[in-house]
Nanobody, 116 residues
Framework: VQLQASGGGLVQPGGSLRLSCAAS????????MGWYRQAPGNQRDLVAT???????YYVDSVKGRFTISRDNAKNTVYLQMNSLKPEDTAVYYC???????????WGKGTLVTVSS
């Protein structure tokens, strides 16, 4: 599976962005897709995941602000990010696992910068 993330950019604190992750094949049967982020000098951390059954998980730091969703018809997973904070600044990556114990596929990241 090839994944292409897009939608990053520069936004002021309190603003919103929507990231997209387009897959090269149908995502209907992909067990779980997720968004991760990596700030400069830090490790890559989980942000949110969504399963093929539409179960969603968020790390505490983004709960209530970020929403993950999927459009199976477009083979795309989204991350709607609201009330952005400077600490959300990072390169955001999407990944996909065809089964829960499979190695993940990764896409290239998209940079999100939250700054006034």
């Amino acid at each position: 599976v090839q994944l292409q993330a897009s939608g990053g950019g520069l936004v002021q604190p309190g603003g919103s962005l929507r990231l997209s992750c387009a897959a090269s094949e149908s995502i209907v049967s992909i067990a779980v897709m997720g968004w991760y982020r990596q700030a400069p000098g830090n490790q890559r951390d989980l942000v949110a995941t969504i399963t093929r059954g539409d179960s969603k998980y968020y790390v505490d730091s983004v709960k209530g602000r970020f929403t993950i969703s999927r459009d199976n018809a477009k083979n795309t997973v989204y991350l709607q990010m609201n009330s952005l904070k400077p600490e959300d600044t990072a390169v955001y990556y999407c990944n996909a696992r065809k089964s829960f114990d499979a190695m993940p596929y990764w896409g290239k990241g998209t940079l999100v910068t939250v700054s006034s």
